[in-house]
């Protein structure tokens, strides 16, 4: 074992404070941003779960839920030989009226409910779509029927003063700004009170041997937009964690958390190698650089960080689990968890160059009595 | 057949300011060291001991004067030459043993052979195990400080002034606080390094056990640096009364001091 670890070891209760914090920071980390990822992913639920390749609508739109309507007659603009295929799709913010009279904003997608339809959500299984057709009927999230004031399947409400019924449920498509309902284009048409010669989007598939980001720009016309579904979908989740103060107090508790972290481990650190000044400084005496202490300092930082990592891996599912079990939405892709980890240690091996101003009191001189 | 020198000092002075006041610490002290020689350097508290061993084992810059070692000018070389220079020829002992508290024993001087002299990890092992031995502690080789008793903690700080083969050891009151016992011991290897690896040994110390074993004897007094010559009556300026009949090293010294007055 190295002199290091040897170190760490046996003082593991001197290091003890700062692994802690170190795994506090990663998990606050990870999770704030999992929170974070998983509410503003509801976002784009509706582009996400789409199997269109391109989204356009009017310029600058930020948002998939903030779009104005557009002319159907743009459908010509797209009649080029990559695209496949042209459809309209409506999403707007609609007033529910539950049952007990309160009301309550919902978010109204109507789109074609064929097997090959661009805009309908993967979750409307064919026996949904079919009761979908039927005009005045809806599909909602089973997670917000108690926000929407209904009980279930067969429950009725309105919507801008159009009467509904909730004819299926799905699960997983909770919506952030208001709950998602799922209906026929003609449906939607009707609640939203849009102009025939209207839509909110059109939705294009590409022919699969283009890639949709190639043809993107040639579609530059002043007054349209033309999104590939990813970059949708991004524009929208970083319009929220941008534009929305949610976002970024959740963002700003992580940093503050990794700031508290920082803090600990660098106090501890320095306090940890002001300890040994003595044994720094007979070393110091026989010629042995300071760089190779400084060293020591650093790779006592990146192991109390990879410590305070594998405390905070055994930590997470458990944490995770009891989130979830609360109905937040948690979202720990790999990338996120390998980011904090990378992050973490970062700031462990900052904290240890910070903990360097202690090799100062490592003065020989300061030996002979 | 004289040994070479190998350590002058010529004129070092040492003045500590403060505010608008300074204070002179001693002036216009000069010494020659031959290769092997086993010195103490005695004084009463403050006298400067400390400042003069700083001095001339190259951590504290003097005032003024120069200090040549091994051919070298100390202070006319750069930090990191200086540096390297304690790397390659100096070895100290310090008081309080300074010992990291997770080390063994043995890993207490494998660290500077492997840090300071880039040395194998199984080389270092060898030669830190053979220190040991000589030291009497190759059963407590894999012992903590905590499992040290003091006298045996004071051999590892030596052993590792001592393993990486210095040309010159300082040590500051090696024997204080040991019993007879031990103190004896300390003095035995100080002795027997000077003469086997040919090192020369500074120790500062007030304790007059040691004085029968030594080449020489400096003391400083009100500024000034004394040699007391074996052939010739202690000066004053050691204020040392004579050990000889109450140390267990006796015998061995051929000129018994007397009682200074």
Known sequence: MSYVLQGLWHERRRYLPATCAVAFSALLVALQCGMLLGTFSMVSIPVDHSTADLWVTCPDVVSVDVSRPIPLRWRARLSLPEIDRIEPYLQAFGIWHKPDGAAELAIVIGSRLGEDSLGAVSQLTPELRTRLAEPGTVVVDAADLKRLGIKGVGATAEINGRKVRVAGLVAGLKGLAGPYVFCSLETARGILAMNPAQTTFLLARHRREISPEENVPRWAFEDMSVFTREGFSTRSRMHWLLETGGGLSLLAAAVLGLLVGALITSQTLYAAAAASMKEFAVLRAMGIPRWRLATTVLAQSFWVGMAGLCLAAACLPFLARVIADRGANLMLPAWLLGGTACLTLLMTVASGLFALRSLRLANPVGLLK | ?261
């Open chain 2, 1 to 261: 057949m004289l040994e070479p020198v190998v350590l002058n000092s010529e004129g070092i002075g040492q003045v500590f300011a403060e505010g608008v006041q300074s204070t002179t610490v001693f002036s216009d002290v000069s010494l020659r060291v031959r290769r092997g020689e086993f010195c103490l350097l005695m004084g009463v508290s403050g006298s400067g001991k400390s400042t003069l061993l700083a001095i001339l084992s190259g951590l504290l810059r003097p005032t003024s004067g120069q200090v040549s070692v091994l051919g070298s000018d100390l202070w006319r070389l750069t930090e990191p030459e200086r540096e390297e220079f304690r790397r390659k020829h100096f070895g100290f002992v310090f008081q309080g043993h300074n010992l990291f508290p997770a080390l063994t024993a043995r890993e207490q001087l494998e660290i500077v052979l492997r840090w300071g002299e880039g040395m194998p990890a199984a080389v270092a092992r060898t030669r830190s195990d053979q220190v040991l031995a000589a030291l009497g502690l190759a059963h407590r080789a894999d012992r903590r400080p905590t499992e040290l008793s003091g006298g045996e903690k004071q051999r590892v700080a030596i052993g590792r002034a001592l393993v990486k083969r210095p040309a010159f050891c300082f040590a500051d009151e090696p024997t204080r606080a040991l019993d007879s016992k031990n103190a004896d011991l300390v003095v035995r290897l100080f002795r027997e390094t000077a003469r086997r690896l040919r090192s020369t040994v500074l120790v500062i110390t007030h304790d007059e056990r040691m004085i029968p074993h030594v080449d020489r004897v400096f003391a400083i007094r009100d500024g000034r640096l004394h040699e007391w010559s074996r052939t010739a009556p202690a000066p004053a300026a050691l204020r040392v009364r004579s050990c000889v009949d109450r140390s267990p090293l006796a015998p061995q010294v051929d000129q018994p001091c007397s009682e200074s007055t």
